[in-house]
């Protein structure tokens, strides 16, 4: 498929999604190679980002529509539920333990902050930030969390390449 | 209290409090001065108020500083010396680590701020672009006038002669003795009444039922084809000549 | 607010939405006359409609994202559960009546079919091709169906001047 027409089938499965769908999941439906798509998704990430009111972004090893924060405040109005989220620095921490340390069971969590996690995971598990996935081999066989797709939109992580490392931590 | 609990910061648990302590006393997070450390953690869990659901924590930490505090009096050479430095190891380790996950929720909740709105769907389209139906609106235009139209429908009432059961067996059986095969609309058009056509069923159903006719539909709403059951009418013929 | 600027307010909307948003809440939302709205979004329908693979339409009184039909394919394979919509006999004749004595209420719909249609307008419920829309100033007050803007959409018409009258159908 020539770029012009791999373009225009990337924004209509981003529109259609209207989440990150990753690379290989595109290259997949277009029959295009994660090269190729990548290429035609620059492209079109410089033709939207100037003359739009939506930007294509790369997030989460993907790539995904998003409203350009200026136009919030109207779709606010339309839908004010999606900003309500609000991260507190406990619910910020627990995160980071999850990010560094997944798959982690609750134990392991309340293990590293000394106290007990309960309210910030449950915090994280209803705004969709993290997931639980499988259960640990150990006697009570405890849920495993991780973080979620929406993760990396909430904070606008394109991959694992974008979060520091946890030797990169330290170091600063 | 050399001004160190001025303008206290919230301490979410021990370790927390810990690692604000060893930096306010300009600490190396690896060679923490356990003595030092231990009496402030005292000074503060005493002197502020702690979160009720997080005493626990706070007080197992603070016998835990005492517990290595007083083993690292102890002479060198002792077992309690020697386990007193392996935990003071361990909770270095921990709050090296704590540091790290502190820092990196700082990094969070900065990314966060900044991402705040950009805002997407986050679901497909409502719309199902695939969703074609079977049938168009001019389609239902004509359904709807077919309907308008066919008002008998609208005004039928139930009125008139009773209509009974044996009566419709014995029509039906007659009929069919002279044909083979009769569809269900053309006898329900001899008198295109409800109460009929429910009898009319009710007889069908009744002969199919003692084997003389078979009934036959290819889908809902098409066509019934009734047909004389010649094979079972032959057996029981047969029977009867045994007999 | 200018016209190249409404132009994104739009886009922003009408993405996070999904769905058809009615040209007097795009007004409302921006602040523009209907008017304004309108011109702003057959700009739009121009530019999107030739270069993208997304299209803007106008439907039941307001304005939604589309994708092109040679890229309706995607829907599918992003979201296999999505089939055709097949509708039973009886589900068409009451699709009917409601389009053309709307608003109407059930006893209404069972009196002109002469049976009771509470199981086709489940489905059709379901479907969202039909909406509750008030309830009917009678004794036991009972609700009142109209056809849906999914309705619209999946019929493919514009608003309800684009309704074929059921009287010319007769006439043919």
């Known amino acids: 498929?020539?770029?012009?027409?791999?373009?225009?089938?990337?924004?209509?499965?981003?529109?259609?999604?209207?989440?990150?769908?990753?690379?290989?999941?595109?290259?997949?439906?277009?029959?295009?190679?994660?090269?190729?798509?990548?290429?035609?998704?620059?492209?079109?990430?410089?033709?939207?980002?100037?003359?739009?009111?939506?930007?294509?972004?790369?997030?989460?090893?993907?790539?995904?529509?998003?409203?350009?924060?200026?136009?919030?405040?109207?779709?606010?109005?339309?839908?004010?539920?999606?900003?309500?989220?609000?991260l507190s620095k406990s619910a910020a921490e627990v995160l980071s333990i999850i990010l560094y340390k997944q798959p982690v069971t609750k134990a392991e969590i309340n293990a590293i902050r000394g106290i007990d996690s309960q309210g910030p995971i449950a915090t994280l598990l209803k705004n969709s930030l993290i997931k639980t996935s499988g259960r640990k081999n150990v006697p009570g066989k405890p849920r495993l969390f991780r973080v979620s797709e929406n993760f990396y939109h909430i904070f606008g992580i394109k991959d694992e390449t974008d979060i520091p490392s946890w030797d990169e931590m330290e170091e600063e | 209290m050399n001004g160190?609990?001025?303008?206290?910061?919230?301490?979410?648990?021990?370790?927390?409090?810990?690692?604000?302590?060893?930096?306010?006393?300009?600490?190396?997070?690896?060679?923490?001065?356990?003595?030092?450390?231990?009496?402030?953690?005292?000074?503060?869990?005493?002197?502020?108020?702690?979160?009720?659901?997080?005493?626990?924590e706070f007080l197992s930490m603070a016998t835990l500083l005492l517990k290595i505090k007083s083993s690292l009096m102890?002479?060198?050479?002792?077992?309690?010396?020697?386990?007193?430095?392996?935990?003071?190891?361990?909770?270095?380790?921990?709050?090296?680590?704590?540091?790290?996950?502190?820092?990196?929720?700082?990094?969070?909740?900065?990314?966060?701020?900044?991402?705040?709105?950009?805002?997407?769907?986050?679901?497909?389209?409502?719309?199902?672009?695939?969703?074609?139906?079977?049938?168009?609106?001019?389609?239902?235009?004509?359904?709807?006038?077919?309907?308008?139209?066919?008002k008998k429908n609208l005004f039928e009432t139930v009125t008139g002669p009773e209509i009974y059961l044996e009566d419709v067996l014995k029509e039906l059986s007659d009929r069919i003795k002279n044909h083979p095969h009769v569809r269900f609309s053309e006898l329900a058009a001899a008198n295109p009444r409800r109460l009929y056509i429910a009898v009319l069923l009710l007889a069908v159903l009744n002969l199919a039922l003692k084997r003389e006719i078979s009934i036959n539909q290819k889908k809902p709403f098409s066509e019934i084809i009734i047909s004389r059951n010649t094979a079972a009418r032959a057996k029981r013929q047969e029977a009867n000549h045994g007999n």
Chains 1, 3 share one sequence.
């Not at chain 1, 769908?21 to 295009?32: I, M, Q, S």
């Not at chain 1, 980002?49 to 529509?65: D, M, V, Y």
């Not at chain 1, 409203?67 to 109207?74: F, G, R, V």
């Not at chain 2, 910061?9 to 030092?36: A, C, H, Q, T």
């Open chain 2, 74 to 150: 102890l002479p060198k050479e002792t077992e309690e010396y020697q386990e007193a430095v392996e935990e003071k190891t361990l909770l270095e380790d921990r709050l090296a680590e704590w540091e790290k996950i502190k820092k990196s929720g700082e990094l969070l909740l900065e990314k966060f701020r900044g991402r705040k709105f950009f805002l997407r769907r986050d679901e497909p389209f409502k719309i199902e672009v695939a969703k074609k139906p079977n049938f168009s609106v001019f389609d239902l235009a004509e359904i709807f006038a077919g309907m308008i139209k066919d």
């Open chain 1, 1 to 86: 498929m020539e770029t012009e027409e791999l373009k225009k089938h990337i924004e209509a499965i981003l529109f259609i999604s209207g989440k990150t769908v990753k690379k290989r999941k595109l290259a997949e439906l277009t029959g295009a190679s994660e090269k190729q798509i990548a290429e035609a998704a620059e492209c079109l990430q410089n033709e939207w980002n100037s003359n739009h009111g939506i930007i294509l972004e790369e997030i989460g090893g993907g790539w995904q529509f998003s409203t350009k924060p200026e136009y919030a405040d109207y779709v606010l109005k339309l839908y004010p539920w999606k900003g309500n989220l609000k």
């Open chain 2, 4 to 56: 160190y609990f001025v303008k206290l910061p919230v301490f979410e648990g021990p370790l927390d409090l810990l690692l604000w302590l060893v930096k306010n006393n300009n600490m190396d997070i690896y060679d923490i001065e356990i003595s030092r450390i231990t009496s402030q953690f005292l000074e503060y869990i005493l002197a502020s108020p702690i979160p009720p659901d997080a005493a626990g």
